[in-house]
């Protein structure tokens, strides 16, 4: 931890007791006034650069003032008892910087190319973590153009029109990862939501590309502000590797595909939910609160949901029938209900919550009891014509310490 050292006037009042103090006991007491002869107007104040609550929505580090001003931050309320100023610091196109917890914020004009560089804030970062304050850009292609969908140059899809709906064609965001593993690029809007990245000694850059031309849906009022929170290898909650987004510190919580309130799941994507295990708990449970919040693949109306995994998340003829490629994971599915039935653990379909009864039945709970919880949302480059599961998923999930 880096510290802040300044020189300050010692407070009025106290230089005043002190005096005081000294005078009064002048002749009687040797010791006392050998002391107060020793009394300095200056004293020198240390405090660590700790991250801290600044007052203007943002948080930032706490520096002396001049160090928040040569650092080009902008003081935001105080700090380290007065001391020193909560220091916060933005970041915009083009921009480059190496403190924990910067702001990187659209001005309302971008267009193109838009680049923010994040470097490391000291020598062992390993994490970042981006929270969405606000992320508004253009959603996904909705143009349904039928093509044939090819992967590894093979046709796929049997020969079913698709298109390239749910491609973010218009804008899109994305974070450069040196492990190659990066999270999927998105678009739409996602704010609240978050994301982690492997951070890059060399830094890492996060990079929205903006149309000038709407494919599909129009040009969003773009707005975004990202938080950047960076992680020290030491640090005690770091998410574990491969996470694309990690939940802690409740035992409920929702869950959602990226660009959910868009109204569609974007294409290409691997979104790995890590979901940490509380204290005590054994068992997770996902719940759709409305049948209507899971829609991934599926052509026919209100099928209900399929957890063959021969049929979802692939390419097979059985699977192509009636579903496509998009999935949603979660190992070691089984039944609310004893005797609590294993189910497979992929899972597509639409319009039915999650099905833990004969299909066609709704009934909206699933579990697991596999650690370390976890869900993935996986989907392809196209959507078959007709697909019908376009939303993506919303769950709410709860830990239980039932059975354990
Ligand atoms: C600032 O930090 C506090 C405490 O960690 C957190 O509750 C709050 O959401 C943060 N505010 C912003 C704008 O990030
Ligand atoms: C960055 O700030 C967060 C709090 O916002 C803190 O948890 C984390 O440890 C800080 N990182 C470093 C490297 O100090």
Same mark, same amino acid.
């Given at each position: ?158 020969? #079913? ?51 000038? #031309? ?32 990690? %939940? ?16 569609? %799941?974007?294409?290409?994507?691997? #979104? ?133």
């Amino acid at each position: 931890m880096r510290t802040s050292t300044m020189e300050t006037m010692v407070p009025l009042v106290m230089l005043l007791v002190s005096l005081h103090f000294v005078k009064f006991s002048d002749g009687r007491n040797n010791h006392v006034q050998r002391d107060g002869k020793l009394l300095s107007l200056f004293q020198i104040v240390t405090f660590p650069n700790e991250p801290c609550i600044g007052n203007a929505g943002k948080n930032g580090t706490c520096y002396t003032t001049e160090e928040c001003t040569a650092k080009g931050g902008s003081a935001a309320g105080t700090c380290a008892q007065g001391y020193g100023v909560c220091c916060s610091f933005t970041v915009n196109c083009g921009g480059t910087r190496s403190e924990n917890c910067t702001y990187f914020e659209s001005s309302g004009n971008e267009a193109g190319s838009c680049l923010a560089t994040i470097c490391p804030c000291s020598d062992n970062i390993c994490q970042l973590r981006l929270d969405f304050d606000q992320f508004i850009i253009s959603g996904p292609s909705t143009l349904t153009e039928s093509l044939i969908a090819t992967k590894f140059g093979q046709s796929v899809l049997a020969g #079913q029109a698709s298109s390239l709906a749910g491609a973010c064609l218009t804008d899109s965001f994305s974070v450069s990862s040196p492990s190659g593993c990066a999270p999927p690029s998105i678009c739409g809007t996602n704010s609240g939501e978050h994301m982690y990245v492997d951070a890059s000694e060399a830094c890492n850059d996060l990079r929205f590309v903006l149309g000038n #031309q709407g494919v599909g849906t129009g040009i969003a009022n773009r707005q975004w502000s990202v938080k950047v929170t960076q992680y020290a290898c030491d640090f005690k909650n770091l998410a574990p590797e491969g996470c694309t987004q990690y %939940h802690f510190g409740a035992s409920t919580d929702i869950i959602q595909t990226y660009n959910f309130a868009g109204g569609r %799941h974007l294409a290409d994507q691997n #979104q790995n939910i890590c979901i940490r295990r509380e204290r005590g708990n054994c068992k997770i449970c996902f719940t759709a609160i409305e049948a209507i919040d899971v829609a991934v693949s599926g052509v026919l109306a209100d099928m209900g949901f399929n957890n063959d995994d021969k049929k979802c998340c692939g390419y097979s003829p059985a699977g192509l029938a009636d579903q496509g490629f998009d999935c949603i994971i979660i190992p070691g599915l089984m039944k609310s209900a004893a005797p609590n039935e294993r189910l497979g653990d992929s899972m597509c379909g639409h319009n039915a919550g999650l099905v833990d009864v004969p299909v066609g039945a709704d009934s909206v709970t699933v579990c697991s009891t596999r650690q370390p919880f976890n869900v993935r949302f996986r989907s392809d480059t196209f959507e078959t014509m007709g697909e019908l599961g376009i939303l993506g998923f919303r769950l709410v999930y709860t830990q239980n310490s039932n059975g354990c």
